[in-house]
Nanobody
Framework: VQLQASGGGLVQAGGSLRLSCAAS????????MGWFRQAPGKEREFVAA????????DYADFVKGRFTISRDNGKNTVYLQMNNLKPEDTAVYYC?????????????????????WGQGTQVTVSS
């Protein structure tokens, strides 16, 4: 599977960005998708995930109420709408796919089951 994230940029605190991730190489609708991020000097961390149908979601506590994950299976794309951005949200954002459970898995997989990292997109939030 190939994953390409886009939509990052420089934004002031309180602003918004919408990230997109285009997937190819396998049946997109058969797999849950997720977003992770990595700030300089820190480990990669989970941000959000969505089930293959879009009916189930999972969010890290630090983004609840600010970020929304969604997907369009017709376009093989997953999105991350980020509102009320904070300087601590500055990181490279990566999308990922369920790398463990196989196709047509029900629900949102455990966070550790995601992998197949694509190329990330830089998000920088200025104070």
């Amino acid at each position: 599977v190939q994953l390409q994230a886009s939509g990052g940029g420089l934004v002031q605190a309180g602003g918004s960005l919408r990230l997109s991730c285009a997937a190819s190489g396998r049946t997109f609708a058969a797999y849950a998708m997720g977003w992770f991020r990595q700030a300089p000097g820190k480990e990669r961390e989970f941000v959000a995930a969505i089930s293959r149908s879009g009916g189930g979601t999972d969010y890290a506590d630090f983004v609840k109420g600010r970020f929304t994950i969604s997907r369009d299976n017709g376009k093989n794309t997953v999105y991350l709408q980020m509102n009320n951005l904070k300087p601590e949200d500055t990181a490279v954002y990566y999308c990922a796919t369920d790398n463990t459970g196989g196709p047509w898995r029900v629900g949102v997989p455990p966070r550790d089951d995601f992998g197949s990292w694509g190329q990330g997109t830089q998000v920088t939030v200025s104070s």
